[in-house]
């Protein structure tokens, strides 16, 4: 069946740090890939999207590239913020699914001052 | 902006007893969803719903758990009997389409249920 795996968290970094969070999944067919975050007492915000290989999807200085060669959605920002601690989940779904997401473990990010 | 919105946000139950979550999704969306966390562990899909009726459930979705729309601007889920492993969070979602190319799922808050 379908599943996404996660980088383990949690990851801790500086403000400004590179940040990347590695995802792979498997998956039939051709899914649709997202991020995901939630931030500390909130749901779950859609960050980025990819529906089809090489698409990247960005937001919020956020990106990630749909690598369907290596199963890959590696979530990437070039300079964190504080602001940007939460927990990131990313997660897949496929046409026929009828909208139901698959999550990753989810990885929780600390940035500090 | 339109929101789903959860209640309660933490709910505590003694195991056996029954409990209601509910949510209200966002008034346009057709198709709806519940999620559940189990602390340190992955979300994971328990159910989807569109038309009145179940779309699809997991396993995890047994006999215990129930979803109603009763009166179209809520949707519950309903756990009958509670076991201290049923102690997640549980995540209401609604998308207006199951187009992925163009919609989002939108998620509520989420309701800590705890049984004890």
């Known amino acids: 069946g379908n599943s996404v795996t996660q980088m383990e968290g949690p990851v801790t970094l500086s403000e400004e740090a590179f940040l990347t969070i590695n995802c792979t999944y498997t998956?039939?067919?051709?899914?649709?890939l997202f991020w995901y975050v939630q931030y500390p007492g909130e749901g779950l915000q859609l960050l980025l999207k990819?529906?089809?290989?090489?698409d990247k999807g960005s937001n919020k200085g956020f990106e990630a590239t749909y690598r369907k060669e290596t199963t890959s959605f590696h979530l990437e920002k070039g300079s964190v913020q504080v602001s940007d601690s939460a927990v990131y989940f990313c997660?897949?779904?496929?046409?026929?699914?009828?909208?139901?997401?698959?999550f990753g473990q989810g990885t929780e990010l600390s940035v500090k001052p | 902006e339109p929101e789903v919105t959860q209640t309660p946000s933490h709910q505590v139950t003694q195991m056996g007893q029954e409990v209601i979550l509910r949510c209200v999704p966002i008034?346009?969306?057709?198709?709806f969803y519940w999620y559940r966390q189990i602390l340190g562990q992955k979300v994971e899909f328990l159910v989807s719903f569109y038309n009145n009726e179940i779309s699809e459930k997991s396993e995890i979705f047994d006999d215990q758990f129930s979803v109603e729309r009763p009166d179209g601007s809520n949707f519950t889920l309903k756990i009958r009997s509670t076991k201290l492993e049923d102690s997640a969070m549980y995540f209401c979602?609604?998308?207006?389409?199951?187009?992925?190319?163009?919609?989002?799922?939108?998620f509520g808050q989420g309701t800590r249920l705890t049984v004890v």
């Open positions: 997660a897949l779904t496929s046409y026929n699914q009828g909208g139901k997401l698959i």
């Open positions: 979602a609604s998308r207006s389409s199951v187009s992925t190319m163009n919609t989002e799922a939108f």
């Open positions: 990819a529906t089809k290989a090489d």
């Open positions: 998956a039939t067919g051709y899914p649709s």
């Open positions: 008034s346009n969306h057709l198709y």
